[in-house]
């Protein structure tokens, strides 16, 4: 679209469509759409931006919307603020995991979930229809803030002693303080200066959380991204740990209680079917969303489902928030941990993943998959006979003349085979080659 990306309005701050113009006419046709609005809360990371955006945002809005700032605080908190102030809306000034140069605006309805695809559309629309930046003033502005997550209890100190924790210089940094207990922990990422959020920390680069984890003979590593809605995990070693294990561990313990709804989960394609076979021994069963918590969220309301999300670390369980919560999702984790009474190594060993295989074929043509009727011949022959066992993956690069094959089995002779055949049909497509 034109102002919307995967996850709202994004983009480096003072160049189309992060600039004060498109938020400023965001604001406006947001109360066009909703059509009887009324309050409206604001929340932000700590980007130097991001009071001048909250500016051109309340500008944007007629005097008759009540604003209600919610200072510096995640976007999961920001989203539960929807509801606790009773606004129609949840605007967060953030660019997540992006660089500091970068900013944008996430949406949440009236529930505290992110605006459909449908819906951006038809704000797009609106916002195409106004032409002028309006400097609306009068505003009532109520100031608010919110609570922190529950703390651990006591059990995980015995389980990890010591704990490196990375806040990305970001949003989650207070909060994380207040949500984590341990014996002992060493902080990273927590000296937010508006211009360092995300630079070299957090969980898009933790080679420095890696690092201090080893140095420091910790046993366990936690990072978040910039607006506090992810996560990562690492063991005492440094092994990042995979977010099938995070997902399996915390589906095997919600279920095992009584509380996993319709006992099953929801996560995306870019799922290992390893996830799949390991929690299906167990009785429970996994859905596939497409790429996108939002769609993740979405599939969940549709199943009745209370708990999903992707591997990269966005996941949500919706009996405590209607989206990703990084820090929600870390105590989740510990606790199922602390109530399985396993350790690191054996959460991952519960959740055995199936071996991959990789490959980029370069083509001369990008023609639509859909009209190489050879390749999907292959790609539906291979996808029946792996079943659930595993699954195959193709798409061409958004950036290079490439064609990229992913392939999960159960064994690496089994994924080296179904790789070959896949490789080999595509090569002899005369069509991209």
């Known amino acids: 679209m034109k102002y919307f990306g995967t996850d709202g309005i994004r983009g480096e701050w003072g160049i189309f469509p992060a600039n004060g113009f498109c938020f400023n006419i965001l604001a406006q046709a947001l109360e066009r759409f909703h059509g009887g609005l009324k309050r409206v809360v604001i929340g932000r990371d700590p980007r130097i931006s991001g009071k001048k955006i909250r500016d051109f945002l309340i500008s944007g809005f007629s005097d008759a919307v009540e604003i209600v700032d919610a200072g510096i605080l995640t976007s999961p908190l920001l989203s539960r603020s929807v509801g606790e102030t009773q606004s129609d809306f ?3 000034i953030t660019a997540s995991h992006n660089p500091a140069k970068d900013n944008g605006v996430k949406i949440f309805d009236r529930l505290g979930s992110k605006l459909s695809q449908e819906n951006e559309a038809k704000i797009e629309s609106l916002m195409d229809e106004m032409v002028n930046v309006v400097q609306n003033e009068g505003h009532r502005m109520v100031h608010h ?13 015995k389980t990890f002693p010591k704990v490196v924790i990375d806040c990305a210089n970001g949003a989650a940094v207070e909060f994380a303080k207040k949500a984590y207990h341990f014996p002992e922990i060493e902080w990273l990422g927590v000296s937010p200066d508006g211009y ?19 140095d420091s003979k910790g046993n366990l590593g936690i990072a978040h991204d910039g607006d506090g809605d992810r996560l990562l995990l690492c063991d005492g070693h440094g092994n990042i740990l995979a977010g099938e294990v995070i997902l399996g561990i915390i589906a095997i313990d919600l279920h095992r ?16 079917r390893g996830l799949e076979a390991a929690l299906e021994k167990r009785g429970i069963g996994v859905d596939y969303a497409d790429v996108g918590d939002r769609n993740v969220a979405a599939r969940m ?6 708990f999903g999300g992707e591997t990269s670390g966005h996941i949500i369980f919706r009996d405590e928030a209607p989206t990703s919560d ?34 980029n074929v370069a083509v001369n043509n990008k023609i639509p998959l859909e009209q190489l009727p050879d390749v999907q011949n292959t790609i539906a022959e291979l996808e029946h006979f792996l079943s659930s066992k595993g699954k195959i993956l193709v798409r061409y690069s958004g950036t290079e003349n490439k064609l990229r094959l992913l392939v999960e089995a159960e064994t690496e002779f089994l994924a080296d085979e179904m790789m070959g055949k896949l490789k080999n049909s595509i090569e002899n497509c005369t069509k991209i080659i």
Do not use: W, Y
Not at 145 to 157: W, Y
């Open 301 to 306: 309301c549709e199943l009745g489902c209370n």
């Open 326 to 359: 990084g820090i929600q999702t870390a105590l989740l984790f510990l606790r199922a941990m602390d109530n399985l009474k396993i350790s690191l190594g054996e959460a991952i060993d519960r959740i055995p993943l199936f071996p991959k295989k990789f490959c």
């Open 90 to 92: 949840g605007l967060m």
């Open 196 to 214: 360092n959020i995300n630079a070299n920390c957090g969980s898009e680069h933790p080679e420095l959380l890696i690092k201090k984890v080893r």
């Open 145 to 157: 803030r919110m609570g922190v997550h529950r703390a651990i209890e006591a059990e995980i100190f």
């Open 257 to 272: 209680v009584g509380r996993l709804k319709e006992n099953k989960m929801v996560t995306t394609q870019m799922s290992n």
